[in-house]
């Protein structure tokens, strides 16, 4: 029912910025929010950052406040994650995710409804 697609991920010198988007597509569904959430080999996923669709709240998790910027573009569908002072830490396949029911947003993800395909970021130091 819904496709997300990111994009923008790439390879960055650490101290550096980049900008992740995703585009969700689809037939017939709402969005109360969208959320993006990161994987390293090895690793379990975690949370990153989540944004309220209408009311806009944003989220994000601690080792990433301050440096992330999450923001949405209601009439393109398309939820946006600018990195800033990005570290090798933040090395990881980056994923977006959409939920259209009310919930806690930030979790494990496991309730999300919709997942894109991922885009890597890459820090190198």
């Known amino acids: 029912q819904v496709q997300l697609v990111e994009s923008g991920g790439g390879l960055v010198q650490a101290g550096g910025s980049l900008r992740v988007s995703c585009a969700a597509s689809?037939?017939?569904?709402?969005?109360?929010?969208m959320c993006w959430f990161r994987q390293a080999p090895g690793k379990e996923r975690e949370f990153v950052s989540a944004i309220r669709w209408n009311a806009g709240n944003t989220y994000y998790a601690d080792s990433v406040k301050g440096r992330f910027t999450i923001s949405r573009d209601n009439a393109k569908n398309t939820v946006y994650l600018q990195m800033n002072s990005l570290r090798p830490e933040d090395t990881a396949v980056y994923y977006c995710?959409?939920?259209?029911?009310?919930?806690?947003?930030?979790?494990?993800?496991?309730?999300?409804?919709?997942w894109g395909q991922g885009t890597q970021v890459t820090v190198s130091s």
């Open positions: 995710a959409l939920t259209s029911r009310m919930m806690v947003l930030m979790s494990n993800g496991r309730d999300y409804e919709y």
């Open positions: 689809g037939r017939s569904f709402s969005t109360y929010a």
